[in-house]
């Protein structure tokens, strides 16, 4: 019998992070696919829209009209899915029906005045500047004290349920810490309890070491396809100071993180010749006041394209019911996205 | 201020089957929608398509021919996530990076001969050979020593990454449990070390008092939303009687089980005048040769859809970082569920 090889073999990869597994079958890529096809969308786009509600000038669904916005623009998100007046109040039967009230504030990121922009597109001095408003909603909202977690994130592209292709990205801040930063919660401080140094630091040096995965660095950050990405081109941007979150990112920082950023988004559009789809999302420690010497900040990214800009990778049965699982390997993914940069 | 009212008001639910939060935004379903739109399949099937590599008699990719099968047909899937061949190994790297082989089998099973029809379309006893095979398999697959679960699942429709519109699920056994049923494994034994009665039979008499969230029952099954379900159309059939795999039921139980897939499948049909696409999955015992006495028999459908055959639900940028969110309530859900029977 042969023996195991990553790059040939079905296995299953251990997050650290979250403390779940990813299935890894590399020999399936050469699957032939006759599903469902994405329409590429041709986006021939003005630098103003008229129609659009993020545009600089324009009036929303509310009746609330944009300033002329020169850089960014945040505002509350006219039908956001969390609300600030939310009763406190809860819900219980037998111990198996159980609901709690949620209160929180939605807003919206416009990251230019330009309508035909994205990330990707951008000079990093503006880029920057997304960058310092993040930092600054993080510690607004993150100070008020009915908010214990602020989720900064960017849907992007039609595929991803972005229904404005106006570049913009979306926070949503509550008074509980959600599912995915709970486990991160979880698994970071039982590793930093036993190693006295963060996770994501003990990681980094390893994949710095390795190589393979790493895609881009910088003074102050690294890009790499984590071991256990999930999503075929998923990436993650992981600081080298271990800090808790974007509130103590310092000058020199914020300036390195606008060139990955930039870095990362501009190697995504050359994959398949599109502007690349994808969800994005900084993961750092929560707002609720207690201490998190395990947090370590970092930005992931989850692009849903496979094959080409219409085969999408599909989540569905197997990975709902089971665990998610990927064709390519992490490494494959990794070499790509650097032969790109 | 208001008192909070479950179908005003945000707020979380918990799925004791999990041990994970979903987010219930009642009052956003008033949400505009200009994002994208799934095309609706316009539905023409032959009963016979001889370029179809499941339909009987044909030659599949890798150059077998399928035999003239009657009623079910099952076989080994030509390109596989798991393999049985695949070296027992493990590659590990300073604790963080960490990865195990897996074995595995993957098999394919056709519903019915007919390439034009889906479960909904099909006669209950047609169903209940379906129902036989996947008993068989279950028991099959499950006695090898070397697989310890059996994943039984169904991709209906394009937009659920079904690449053959030809009837048919899937089956993905392997040597270890995968993460959802390892969750539902430690939630539900736990629940039965403290109350000696399983989880879900104390969740179905909570439900069969409320009715609110119950779609059908029948004298062996009951089909509901649950309390924290996720897809705006979520449904799961749990048995009356607690017991822990397909391997346990009964002859009386194997119809009344088909007749309530019957139910669940057409009735979806009729929410959108679509074949309603899903993604469903049997959730039962490991097969590891251990004890169960929790494991309750259940299966969920996740159907994608949200507002119209067009428009689904984008489990994106804030359920991808922080956790599931919901719009219409379950109940709601199930209002209209129920009065489409
Ligand atoms: O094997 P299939 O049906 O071609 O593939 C489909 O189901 C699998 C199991 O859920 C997924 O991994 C694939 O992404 C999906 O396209
Ligand atoms: O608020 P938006 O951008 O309209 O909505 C989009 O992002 C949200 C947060 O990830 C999702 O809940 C929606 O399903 C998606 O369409």
Redesign the interface.
């Known amino acids: ?4 090889d ?1 790059a040939e ?6 997050n ?1 992070l979250t403390g ?2 990813v ?3 590399p ?2 890529s ?7 096809q994405e329409e590429t969308v041709c986006d021939e786009r003005l630098a103003y829209d008229e129609t659009c509600y993020l545009c600089p000038t324009n009036t929303r ?1 509310n009746g609330e009209q944009n300033p002329d916005y020169p850089a960014t623009y945040v505002f509350d998100n006219d ?5 600030e ?7 219980e ?12 504030i939605c807003r919206v990121i416009c990251f230019s005045p330009r309508h035909d922009l994205t990330l990707a597109d951008m000079e990093v001095a503006d880029i920057r500047k997304v960058v310092d408003l993040w930092q600054q909603q993080y510690l607004e909202l993150g100070s008020l004290d009915f908010i214990r ?1 602020v ?1 900064i ?3 992007k592209g ?7 292709p106006h570049p913009h990205g ?1 926070i ?1 801040a509550q008074s ?1 810490v ?4 709970a486990k991160e919660t979880k698994q970071q401080e039982a590793y930093f309890e036993v190693n006295r140094r963060s ?1 994501l630091q ?2 980094l ?2 994949e710095l070491e ?1 190589k393979s995965r790493v895609i881009s660095e910088n003074d102050h950050f690294v890009a790499l396809v984590p ?1 256990w990405a999930v999503w075929p081109f998923e990436t993650i941007i992981i600081s080298k100071r271990h800090f808790q979150h974007i509130g103590q990112m310092d000058e020199a920082e914020k300036d390195a993180y606008s060139h990955i950023i930039k870095s990362v988004t501009t190697t995504y559009d050359r994959v398949f010749g599109v502007s690349f789809p994808y ?3 900084i ?1 750092q420690s929560p707002t609720d006041g207690q201490d998190y010497p395990g947090w370590h900040f970092h930005m ?1 990214f ?1 692009p849903p394209l496979l094959r080409s800009a219409t085969v999408k990778k ?1 989540m ?3 990975e ?4 998610p ?1 990927r ?1 390519i390997t992490p490494e494959a993914a990794a070499d790509l996205l650097r032969s790109l940069l």
């Open positions: 019998m042969p023996t195991f990553l073999h079905p296995h299953r990869r251990y650290p779940e597994w299935l890894v079958s020999h399936r050469k699957r032939p696919w006759q599903g469902q669904a039908f956001g899915a969390l609300q007046a939310t009763p406190v109040g809860s819900f039967k037998g111990g198996l029906i159980r609901a709690e009230s949620e209160r929180g977690y989720q994130f960017e849907n039609a595929i991803m349920g972005c229904s404005n979306q949503w509980t959600p599912v995915e930063p996770l003990d990681y040096t390893l390795e071991f969800s994005s999302g993961h992931h989850y599909f569905v049965g197997y709902m019911m089971g665990n699982q064709d």
